[in-house]
């Protein structure tokens, strides 16, 4: 990726806004639009899902307990590699699965994650360091490598 990897992506997914109502499964959108269509906005999910999409990697809608605990469609994965779903959380929470309520990003090169939060307001590219300065992301709990599946356009 170049020194600002926002500028290789096109319009569509680099103005983003943060919608946090707009998840995976957040129900059906009018016009027949996909349902990974984020120009109404999207949460961290449903934007990294979105860019995955665009590279050619297709992710079943799932929060991120889901992903995090899912292996048909991904695999947990060692250290994070371009493309690879990255999640961070603020530690165990009682009563909870692992994942739950996690942040989903993109790693796009070591320290750089692609992400969209409600701090930041549009899609942004922190460093491992920029979460961890922050309660709710300080823990990286890991990544998630998406298996080969074709795109359906």
């Given amino acids: 990726m170049t020194s600002d990897p926002l500028s ?17 499964g957040a129900g059906p959108l009018p016009g027949g ?3 990974y269509d984020v120009t109404a906005g999207a949460n961290c999910q449903l934007y990294a899902y979105a860019v995955l999409r ?5 992710v079943p809608p799932l929060r991120s307990a889901e992903l995090w605990a899912d292996t048909v469609a991904t695999v947990r994965a060692g250290p994070p ?11 165990e929470a009682p009563g909870r699965p692992a994942g739950y309520g996690a942040h ?3 790693h796009l090169a070591p320290g750089q994650v692609l992400h969209l939060c409600k701090e930041a307001g549009r899609p942004a590219v922190w460093t491992y ?13 890991g990544a998630k490598r998406v298996r080969a599946a074709p795109v359906s356009r």
């Avoid at 096109?10 to 995976?24: E, I, K, N, Q």
């Fill in 8 to 24: 290789r992506l096109p319009a569509a997914l680099r103005d983003v806004p943060y919608t946090g109502s707009r998840h995976p």
């Fill in 33 to 35: 639009r996909h349902p």
């Fill in 54 to 58: 665009h590279f050619g990697r297709e």
């Fill in 81 to 91: 590699l371009p493309l690879d779903l990255v999640l961070f959380d603020a530690g």
């Fill in 104 to 106: 989903v990003g993109v």
């Fill in 129 to 141: 360091a920029d979460f961890a300065r922050r309660a709710r992301y300080a823990r990286f709990l």
